[in-house]
């Protein structure tokens, strides 16, 4: 098949049982790899849903400046589709998120400014400032903020993961997601809620807003900015649940060793999460989540060191 044009390379990943790292006796594991998309990551869904709507409702002109502020991969998925459709992009982000991540904005020819974090670290006062920046391009360059966490555009392009799962699957007995704007888990849920028996937002320990009301530093990039994300609504999700940093990096190279699954620290976040969830039901039941991105986005950090 020949596309008119990469945007529609995006979407229709696949989805793959882990065998070697579930407990004999859990309900199987399913992880839809999301590393399959243009970019290498999830975010190239939402970032195209967003342009697309801003463009639908007539918000983003033509030749119009773009700007949010990301974690990274946002950032990446905004770059590739503006690259395509012709619109300037200026990117915020840190030094606390992947050297690739960040490189990768620049080679889809995005302006990129960098604020420095504290010791690599994500905190929620690194979000603020980094917010503070954007709302200087706006008002110079009156640019359009996509506002990845408010924008319900978002959701649109992940109710289209969430078709997918329920044309490959006759039943999800649980979907999980580590929450970050928490597009995927409520976009997703749209799609899948009549048919699913329960949709679980994943956090790190170290920054438990959902299940402990706070927020807190950790490593695990495009998640946990120490609020709760305004997508969240309480009829969102059915539960919270924290999930060990440590113990989800340390997952990744079981992973990609055992199940060749190649991927990130949220990633392996989110199949702790589900692998947690799936020694609590019988081997006839189905846990679902999200490989996010891919690990050659984490190559140059200490990850895989």
Known sequence: MILLSALEAIGATPLVRLRHTVPAGAAQVLVKLEGGNPTGSYKDRMALAMIEGAEASGVLRPGQRVVEFTGGSTGSSLAFVCAIKGYPLTVVS??????????????????????????????????????????????????FWTDQFNNTD??????????????????????????????????????????????????????????????????????????????????????????????????????????????GTSSALNILGAIQLATELTPEQTVVTVAADTGLKYLAGDLYA
């Open 94 to 143: 840190s030094d606390a998120f992947a050297e690739e991540k960040l490189r990768t904005i620049r080679a889809f020819g995005a302006d990129l400014i960098v604020v420095p974090s504290e010791n690599g670290r994500i905190t929620p006062d690194l979000f603020v400032r980094m917010r503070h920046e954007v709302d200087r391009v706006v008002e110079r360059d009156n640019a």
């Open 154 to 263: 978002a959701l649109r392009g992940y109710r289209v993961l969430g078709d997918e799962l329920l044309a490959d699957l006759p039943a999800i007995d649980v979907f999980t997601a580590g929450v970050g704007t928490a597009g995927l888990l409520v976009g997703v849920g749209q799609s899948i809620r009549p048919s699913t028996g329960r949709l679980v937002a994943l956090e790190p320990t170290s920054s438990p807003m959902l299940t402990s009301g706070y927020g807190g530093p950790h490593r695990v990039e495009g998640l946990a900015t120490g609020i709760v994300p305004p997508l969240l609504t309480p009829d969102a999700y059915d539960e919270a649940r924290a999930v060990d940093e440590a113990e989800a990096r340390h997952l990744v190279k079981q992973l990609a060793q055992r199940d060749g699954v190649f991927a």
